[in-house]
């Protein structure tokens, strides 16, 4: 019998360099996004958590220009994807061509193929579009006509969507819901940023002038360090512990899966990094499951009949939840 060894606890240094990068990051981003400390920082935890991210909110309050932002303040490959109801499953995936020159049949990548890839108004695309990002989201590769591809590291979805106006949308499958790390919802900004925003964006864009902090390889180091991160039983026995509220909590007919809880935990640790920590802390967990549970959780009748919403009810289960004790 074998004894798997536990990874090394990131140093001071490796932290130090996560929170430098990270830090320039935000910031760059917060230079194009007035007033959204909360959504910005969840944007780059679940970059170094290794997930995606569900963008959900009216129209015109910056969904898609956040993700570009991240998208630019990467010095990596980006993608764009306009999710229409003809948008087809190769036009994501990519599709085989027959080559006359060679005879042979050839690989064409499709959009999918890219460090960063922002997927807008995914919720109008078909289902059968939708589910080409199944693979994609969940194992990092892409298999068409039998053969395997790789998808670059790292590599983050980035989509969004709009919750008000169904009309000619397709709402996303859970499957595919549970595949995306966090959802969050950028919100209308205070007036002092929208007046800032009107200072910034009144005359010239300045997502033009965003500059690249890191490369993807800079990406994978932080990515790598992040995993490094401590989380003991405890804090473990933690996510598992609020995992199982949802399951067995009377206003929720549909809990977290097993997926939530890894993305649950993974994210904690980016968060511990961030700042500054090489083990993560309850808080962490906390902070975080709005963000990571909400949306994986369908809300049984009688929650809907007393208007509970998924976020309070989780708010309610992490009041409710013991913390287990130790480190």
Same mark, same amino acid.
């Given at each position: 019998m074998t004894t798997q060894l536990q990874?090394? /606890?990131?140093?001071?240094?490796?932290?130090?360099?996560?929170?430098? #990068?990270?830090? /320039?990051?935000?910031? /760059?981003?917060? %230079?194009?996004?007035?007033? !959204?400390?909360e959504v910005i920082d969840a944007a780059v935890t679940v970059l170094l958590?290794?997930?995606?991210?569900?963008?959900?909110?009216?129209?015109?309050?910056? !969904?898609?220009?956040?993700? !570009? &932002?991240?998208? =630019?303040?990467? +010095?990596? %490959?980006?993608?764009r994807i306009q999710f229409t109801p003809d948008l087809l499953p190769s036009d994501i995936t990519g599709v085989s #061509?027959?080559?006359q020159d060679d005879r042979q049949f050839e690989f064409r990548p499709g959009a999918v193929f890219a460090n960063v890839v922002v997927g807008d108004e995914i919720n109008r695309a078909s289902p059968k579009a939708q589910s080409a990002l199944l693979e994609c989201m969940e194992e990092h590769r892409v298999t068409v006509d039998g053969t395997t591809y790789a998808l670059p590291h790292p590599f983050i979805i980035m989509a969004t969507q709009n919750p008000v106006e169904m009309e000619g949308t397709y709402p996303l499958p859970e499957a595919q819901r549970d595949r995306f790390m966090a959802r969050? %919802?950028?919100?209308?900004? +205070?007036?002092?940023?929208?007046?800032?925003?009107?200072?910034h964006h009144g005359s010239a864009s300045p997502l033009e002038e965003v500059r690249p902090v890191t490369d993807a390889e800079g990406v994978a180091a932080l990515? =790598? &360090?992040? *995993? =490094?991160?401590?989380?003991?039983?405890?804090?473990?026995?933690?996510v598992v512990d609020l995992a199982?509220? &949802? *399951?067995?909590?009377? $206003?929720?007919?549909?809990g977290a899966s097993p997926r939530a809880t890894l993305h649950l935990l993974r994210a904690a640790r980016a968060r511990a990094a961030l700042r500054?920590?090489?083990?993560?802390?309850?808080?962490?967990?906390? $902070?975080? $499951?709005?963000?990571?549970? %909400?949306?994986?959780?369908l809300l049984s009748s009688e929650a809907h009949v007393?208007?509970?919403?998924?976020?309070?009810?989780?708010?309610?289960?992490?009041?409710?939840?013991?913390v287990p004790g130790g480190r």
């Amino acid at each position: 019998m074998t004894t798997q060894l536990q990874p090394s /606890a990131p140093s001071q240094g490796d932290l130090d360099e996560v929170a430098q #990068v990270a830090g /320039a990051l935000v910031e /760059a981003m917060r %230079s194009v996004i007035e007033g !959204k400390d909360e959504v910005i920082d969840a944007a780059v935890t679940v970059l170094l958590a290794e997930g995606h991210l569900l963008i959900e909110d009216v129209p015109g309050v910056g !969904k898609t220009m956040l993700a !570009k &932002t991240l998208a =630019r303040a990467l +010095d990596t %490959s980006m993608r764009r994807i306009q999710f229409t109801p003809d948008l087809l499953p190769s036009d994501i995936t990519g599709v085989s #061509v027959f080559n006359q020159d060679d005879r042979q049949f050839e690989f064409r990548p499709g959009a999918v193929f890219a460090n960063v890839v922002v997927g807008d108004e995914i919720n109008r695309a078909s289902p059968k579009a939708q589910s080409a990002l199944l693979e994609c989201m969940e194992e990092h590769r892409v298999t068409v006509d039998g053969t395997t591809y790789a998808l670059p590291h790292p590599f983050i979805i980035m989509a969004t969507q709009n919750p008000v106006e169904m009309e000619g949308t397709y709402p996303l499958p859970e499957a595919q819901r549970d595949r995306f790390m966090a959802r969050v %919802s950028v919100g209308y900004p +205070d007036a002092r940023a929208e007046m800032a925003m009107l200072d910034h964006h009144g005359s010239a864009s300045p997502l033009e002038e965003v500059r690249p902090v890191t490369d993807a390889e800079g990406v994978a180091a932080l990515i =790598r &360090t992040v *995993r =490094r991160v401590h989380a003991s039983p405890a804090a473990r026995q933690y996510v598992v512990d609020l995992a199982a509220a &949802t *399951r067995t909590s009377s $206003a929720v007919r549909l809990g977290a899966s097993p997926r939530a809880t890894l993305h649950l935990l993974r994210a904690a640790r980016a968060r511990a990094a961030l700042r500054g920590r090489d083990h993560v802390l309850p808080d962490d967990v906390q $902070a975080l $499951a709005q963000a990571v549970l %909400s949306h994986r959780i369908l809300l049984s009748s009688e929650a809907h009949v007393a208007r509970q919403t998924p976020e309070r009810v989780i708010a309610d289960l992490v009041q409710r939840t013991r913390v287990p004790g130790g480190r």
